[in-house]
């Protein structure tokens, strides 16, 4: 089931600079959280006090930003969230830290860590879908049939096997390019107003069964290549 979530827009970071009462960012920030902490739902186990401990831990270091955790900490929403090396929270808040992205047009950096995230839990499982489903009838039909590679004395689901590895080779690239494919269609949800987590992982979708594709065909020629290499060698 599609949920569909309202853009929230969140102020722009430098209205925070100072505010009333000669009030920091930090200052602020400080204050929403002990808001958020006095909300914790009851019976939840949420474990609130811990979160905003690490809040301000992030709070306290002006130049080298540490890590932010708030996985494992049963929170049923998430924090106001300062600024951090790296993001990391439960599934269940995912949707909703997305949804945050969405409506978030001053901070890149969010929009940054609501995609990490994303992928950490999606994007195993998107490929392995991909890659068994209808990818496999385009390696044997489109990529072995076509180019008659049972020529070279190979098996199709040897070839398919070589593309995949291939594929895993350039994961940090094909990695880097579905989080700067998915940050612009997080860009195109805010604009839309329509964006749902459904939507998102169908982009996710696509740009790996594009991706596979494309290393496919570059695969095959560099393999073609190999054999015809191997051929002339041998005469």
Known sequence: MSIKYAVQRSPSPHSYCQ???NKTEADILKQKCDKWRGEAVQGAG???DIAVERINQCLNEPT?????????LK????????????LFVSEELLEQLLSLAVGNNSSDKITEQAVENFLDYHFTDVFDDVSREDFTDFIRE????HYKLGDYGSEWRDFYKEVIECFNSRLNAVDREAKEYLAENLKKFSEKRDFSVDKLKSELEKFVRDKLYDISHIYVKEYCDRHENNSDSDD
């Open 19 to 21: 505010g009333e009462d």
């Open 46 to 48: 949420e474990q609130r």
């Open 64 to 72: 080298k930003k540490p890590n932010l955790n708030l996985k494992d």
């Open 75 to 86: 929170l049923t929403s998430l924090p106001p969230l300062p600024s951090c090396e790296k």
């Open 142 to 145: 489109d990529i072995f049939d």
